[in-house]
Structure formats: structure tokens, C-alpha cells
């Protein structure tokens, strides 16, 4: 079983007032759909938005239920980018 490539998207700048983890300017953008993960790879949610200036863009990520439990100011993060589908070849009859 292969695991996904893992993207370090570093430490979080702050929590928004919907909720949303900000992060900035990680080295290499993750797709929006993204898989937020832990050091000790603990799923804490899901990248939402990308959005900002192009040179220095900020990452909001949708925390999931408890997240914040396992989440500290030295807390590094990482996405998952999700799997390619294979397209199906069409059936000609």
C-alpha cells in the first residue's frame, strides 16, 4: 500500500472566528481537499481555502471536532494530498 505524498505546511498562526485554522506561506501549496495531518500523523482536518497575496498566500484549514486538543503553538502540520483516480477506460460495444 502506498501512503500519499506528504506536504510540511508548518505551524499555525492562528485560530479564525469561524473556526478555521490559518496558516502561512508553507513552502509548497497543498490542493484544496488536502488531509491536515499531525506530526504523529493525527487527522486534525481538511485544507478549505487558499487565499491571500500570490507571493506570500495563507491556508485555511477546517478543523474537525476535538481537533484542538492536540494542537500547540510548536504543533507542526502537514497535508496528504489526496490519490489520483485512474480514469476508466470507456466500453465500446
Known amino acids: 500500500m ?3 505524498p506528504i506536504k510540511k505546511l508548518g505551524n499555525y498562526l492562528h485560530i479564525s472566528d469561524l ?3 490559518i ?3 508553507p513552502d509548497k501549496l497543498p490542493k484544496i481537499g488536502s488531509a491536515v495531518v499531525t506530526e504523529k ?3 486534525i482536518g481538511v485544507v478549505n481555502d487558499i487565499f491571500g497575496p500570490v507571493r506570500s498566500p495563507y491556508v485555511s484549514v477546517k478543523l474537525k471536532e476535538g481537533a484542538q486538543e492536540y494542537l500547540s503553538s510548536e504543533t507542526i502540520l502537514y497535508s496528504l494530498q489526496p490519490k489520483k ?3 476508466q477506460k470507456k466500453k465500446r460495444f
Do not use: A, C, D, W
Open 2 to 4: 502506498n501512503t500519499p
Open 19 to 21: 473556526g478555521n485554522l
Open 23 to 25: 496558516i502561512k506561506s
Open 41 to 43: 500523523m493525527v487527522h
Open 85 to 87: 483516480r485512474r480514469k
